[in-house]
């Protein structure tokens, strides 16, 4: 039996896009076959919305409970929330409560994580931790608006060489383009790789294609960076 491989999707911040892209990657691996694919998100905080899209993504393989094992009512940094609610959450428990989703027969499990990479997620654990804990594929979402530059290269800079090699950035576009969103993609492709970055295209109801069969318009993009993760997983090359 061949060992689970696992994605985790980061964001520059909160509200740039990792659920949509969390449960679109999702639902295409779905489609495509050949690997048993399930989604995550570990903690939420303010509601447990993105954790049902993931499951719905998935096709309901899992209980909300086991997609979603810690969720806490106030909109805070996780760690923070669970706190204030007077609770503890171990980054071991964390890291276990994924592999062991992933030991019930998953190839493949996509992790979203919370607000932006280093965001406390529980007790000494954020994103770039779950990273390396689970020597996973990590994807950078990041909203394509004015600051973005900043936000992705700080992001960028935060991971560690290593794990940089095996990054891939998807730019989430907005519903109209400005200056900001069209200069952006050409300095980002120049900065970091043209092979390292994906533009995805905006989408105003896509909850809505979580039942259905993908559009081509949006399996293109997801199967350009379907492309990506195989060939960061298999041989990271070196950037720029």
Known sequence: MRSPRFIVIVGTGTGVGKTVLSSLLTRRFVELGGLRCVALKPLCS???SDARFLRRAAGDVLPLDAVNPWHFREPLAPAIAARRAGREVRAE???GSIRGVAKQGFDLVVVEGAGGLLSPLAEDL???DLIRRLRATPVIVGANRL???NEIFLTWDALP???RNRTTVVVMEPRRTDLASRTNLPELRERLGDGRVV???FLAEWENTLANPLPPGLRRPLDALIAKITDRASGPSTPR
Do not use: E, I, Q, W
């Open 93 to 95: 428990d964390v890291v």
């Open 126 to 128: 954020d994103a770039r």
């Open 161 to 163: 060489r290593a794990v």
């Open 46 to 48: 303010g509601g447990r």
């Open 199 to 201: 533009s995805f295209p």
């Open 147 to 149: 600051g973005a530059l």
